[in-house]
Structures are given as C-alpha cells and as structure tokens.
Nanobody, 119 residues
Framework: QVQLVESGGGLVQAGGSLRLSCAAS????????MGWYRQAPGKEREFVAS????????DYADSVKGRFTISRDNAKNTIYLQMNSLKPEDTAIYYC????????????WGQGTQVTVSA
C-alpha cells in the first residue's frame, strides 16, 4: 500500500495562495487515481480535487473550481494542489489519498497539512 506525506500548509491571508504537496512511497504511484480531501473543524472530510493516473483528467469540488489546480509528477511520485484566491472557508486539514480506496472505505489517512486562511 502506498504511504503518503502531505506538506506545504500554513497561515495565509484571504486572497493569498499556497501550494500543497503529497509525496508517495511504496506501491506504483503512476497506477493510482489520486485526490485531495479536506476536513474543517466540526465537519466531515470532503472531496476537493482528483487527478487521473496520467494527469490528463481532473475534477474539482464546486467550492474550489476555478481557484484550485491539481497536478502530478509521476517521476517524483508527487501530487500537488495549487490554491489561489484563498477564502477563510478553505481553512481545514488537507489530505491526499488514492481515490479508489477512499470510495471503498478502506483508505488510511496520514497527518495531513493544516491550511488556515485569515479574513
């Protein structure tokens, strides 16, 4: 099973930008359909964005469409989430994971990376 480590979070003012990274080890990274998810305080974890194995296809939650961009570098076993025009409601812990395991309910979650957007 692939191991995932998220990084790049921080504190930013509304309107600012951050770039998150998710480094994978173990497994065959290029075979995985990957996604970003987030969990805000007191709320359930929710889907943010996903990217196909080749990186040719992406999907976004309506709340982030047009502001966030997901990408991947299979040579580096890494996916990214470029977040622009951040809003206070984007404040959450952000996680990456393999989409299929999330859908099946078998995903193991890492520490995530905290994103805090101040008004």
């Amino acid at each position: 099973q692939v191991q995932l480590v998220e990084s790049g979070g921080g504190l930013v003012q509304a309107g600012g930008s951050l770039r998150l990274s998710c480094a994978a080890s173990g497994g065959t990274f290029s075979a995985y359909f990957m996604g970003w998810y987030r969990q805000a305080p007191g709320k359930e974890r929710e889907f943010v964005a996903s990217i196909t194995r080749s990186g040719g296809g992406t999907d976004y939650a309506d709340s982030v469409k047009g502001r966030f961009t997901i990408s991947r570098d299979n040579a580096k076993n890494t996916i990214y989430l470029q977040m622009n025009s951040l809003k206070p409601e984007d404040t959450a812990i952000y996680y990456c994971n393999e989409v299929r395991s999330v859908v099946r309910g078998t995903a193991s979650w890492g520490q995530g990376t905290q994103v805090t957007v101040s008004a």
